[in-house]
């Protein structure tokens, strides 16, 4: 994935050498009745990556981004974890015990917006909670359908 403009530029430039090369040995091929096909298919194969790599940076400086809904979602994770960790009727203690921390870490956690947590915790307490969201909608469900 081209990261910035200078990536972008070595990009069109890389694009430019591969398809004279292409161009070239081309010709040369034909002049010595070599056959050629293996060396164009990875030739091609080089220029539609480089290709592709720069209309996907073109497209997103056009604003033209897919994953505007997820940086939102992101952006609402950590109150995600709070309202789920309530919905399921745990305290903050409640939620250290199944995750195997002190209480005063969840609570610094989320007073913080869980700005200070490493991404695979979070992740960890995110699955913690959807798992016990999802058994207690089965419950839920099979009461009312009268299982239970």
Known sequence: MIQNSRQYFQARRRLGRWTALKSRLSKMAADLSI????????????????????????????????????????????????????????????????????AQHVHRYEKSGYTSIKLSRAIGIALLLHAALSDRAAAVQELADGHL
Do not use: C, H
């Open 35 to 102: 056959d050629d096909r293996e060396l164009m298919a990875f030739i091609d194969e080089r220029i539609n990556i480089t290709a592709r790599s720069l209309r996907d940076y073109q497209t997103l400086q056009r604003l033209d981004f897919e994953g505007m809904e997820l940086l939102r979602q992101v952006a609402s994770f950590p109150a995600s974890l709070i309202k789920a960790r309530i919905a399921l009727g745990w305290t903050q203690t409640e939620l250290a015990k199944r995750i195997g921390l002190k």
